[in-house]
C-alpha cells in the first residue's frame, strides 16, 4: 500500500503558480501580504489567538515556524512570472477539511482565485482526504465569494460557530449503484457519477436498469444481491462493497473509504482503475474497510 507523504513534500504548479512548503526566508516577500490591512482583513483568523497582521519580519518568521509543522500543509504561492512569493495556502485534511487563502492585495482577483481554488478542488482533497472542504470568505472577499459560487460552492453558512464559510461536499457524488465509489474514482473529474445516465458507461451497465427499475438507492437495498448481475459477476471489490453497505450502511462505507484513504489505501493508483482493494478476495476487502490496514 502507498504511504503518504509528509505535508510538507507536496509541491503543485498551475498555469501561473507554483506552491511549495513556506519557508522562513519567504518572510520579507510575505510582509506584502501579512503587514497589509486589507489583505488580512480577508485571512480566516477563527480560532487564532491573535490575527495575522504582522508589524516586523519577526512577528511573521514566529508564524512560519507554526507552519513549518508536519501537522498541516502550508504551501507557499509563487508567482512565476516574477518568481515572488505572494501568499499562502493552508489546507487540513479530515470529515471536513478546512482550506484558508492569503494573498496579497494585488493578486486578489478572479483569475488568480478561479485558478487557485481549481488546484485546491482538484488536487487537495486527494492528498488531504476530506469528507467536504470549507474556505471563508467575509464580506471584505467580494472576489471570492463570486469565484466560489461560479465553482459550485455554497454559502455563505456557518462552520464551527463562525460565519462567512462556502463549502464544496467532496462525496457528491458518493457510491455507484453497483457499490463502487465514484467520489473516489479516477476518472471522476470528467463523468458525473454512476447514478446519473450521463455516465459514459450507464447504457452497458446491468445494475444501473436494474435498480432504477425498483426504485432503490443501490443494490445493497435490494433482497436479491448477491445476483451476479453486472459488476458483482467479476468483481470482489463491488461485492464486498455492497455487502458492508448492506450490513453498516452505505454512509459507513463512505466513512471507511475515507479513514483508509487517509491512511494510504489507494482506491485507483495514478493513471488506473484498480487499487490496494484490487487482487483482494471478497472477504480481505471487507476486513479492510472494517478494520482499516494492518500496522
Given at each position: 500500500m502507498s504511504t503518504p507523504k509528509l505535508y510538507r513534500d507536496y509541491q503543485y504548479e498551475t498555469e501561473h503558480f507554483l506552491l511549495r512548503q513556506v519557508r522562513e526566508e519567504d518572510a520579507p516577500a510575505l510582509m506584502a501580504c501579512y503587514a497589509d490591512p486589507a489583505a488580512v482583513a480577508r485571512m480566516n483568523a477563527d480560532n487564532c489567538l491573535r490575527g495575522f497582521l504582522c508589524r516586523t519580519e519577526e512577528d511573521l518568521r514566529a508564524y512560519i515556524a507554526i507552519w513549518q509543522s508536519e501537522d498541516y500543509a502550508r504551501p507557499a504561492v509563487i508567482d512565476k512570472a516574477t518568481g515572488q512569493v505572494i501568499g499562502t495556502l493552508e489546507i487540513f485534511g479530515g470529515e471536513t477539511g478546512v482550506l484558508r487563502v492569503d494573498l496579497r492585495s494585488d493578486y486578489e482577483t478572479p483569475e488568480a482565485l478561479r485558478e487557485l481554488y481549481t488546484l485546491a478542488m482538484e488536487k487537495f482533497p486527494a492528498d488531504f482526504p476530506?469528507?467536504?472542504?470549507?474556505?471563508?470568505?467575509?464580506?471584505?472577499?467580494?472576489?471570492?465569494?463570486?469565484?466560489?459560487?461560479?465553482?459550485?460552492?455554497?454559502?455563505?453558512?456557518?462552520?464551527?460557530?463562525?460565519?462567512?464559510?462556502?463549502?464544496?461536499?467532496?462525496?457528491?457524488?458518493?457510491?455507484?449503484?453497483?457499490?463502487?465509489?465514484?467520489?473516489?474514482?479516477?476518472?471522476?473529474?470528467?463523468?458525473?457519477?454512476c447514478q446519473s445516465a450521463a455516465a459514459p458507461c450507464y447504457e452497458k451497465c446491468e445494475n444501473f436498469p436494474c435498480v432504477r427499475e425498483r426504485g432503490l438507492s443501490g443494490c445493497w437495498q435490494c433482497p436479491d444481491f448477491p445476483c451476479g448481475k453486472g459488476m458483482h459477476g467479476n468483481n470482489p471489490r463491488a461485492r464486498a462493497f455492497v455487502q458492508f453497505a448492506k450490513e453498516h450502511g452505505p454512509d459507513k462505507l463512505l466513512e471507511c473509504l475515507e479513514r483508509n484513504r487517509w491512511a494510504g489505501v489507494a482506491y485507483h493508483h495514478p493513471s488506473k482503475l484498480t487499487g490496494d482493494y484490487d487482487g483482494l478476495t471478497q472477504e480481505e476487502i471487507f476486513d479492510l474497510l472494517l478494520n482499516g490496514p494492518k500496522a
Open positions: 476530506m469528507g467536504a472542504m470549507v474556505t471563508k470568505a467575509p464580506i471584505e472577499a467580494p472576489a471570492r465569494r463570486a469565484v466560489l459560487a461560479e465553482l459550485g460552492f455554497s454559502g455563505p453558512e456557518s462552520f464551527r460557530g463562525y460565519g462567512d464559510y462556502y463549502r464544496l461536499p467532496v462525496r457528491c457524488l458518493g457510491l455507484a449503484y453497483c457499490g463502487l465509489a465514484c467520489c473516489l474514482c479516477s476518472e471522476n473529474r470528467d463523468c458525473p457519477g
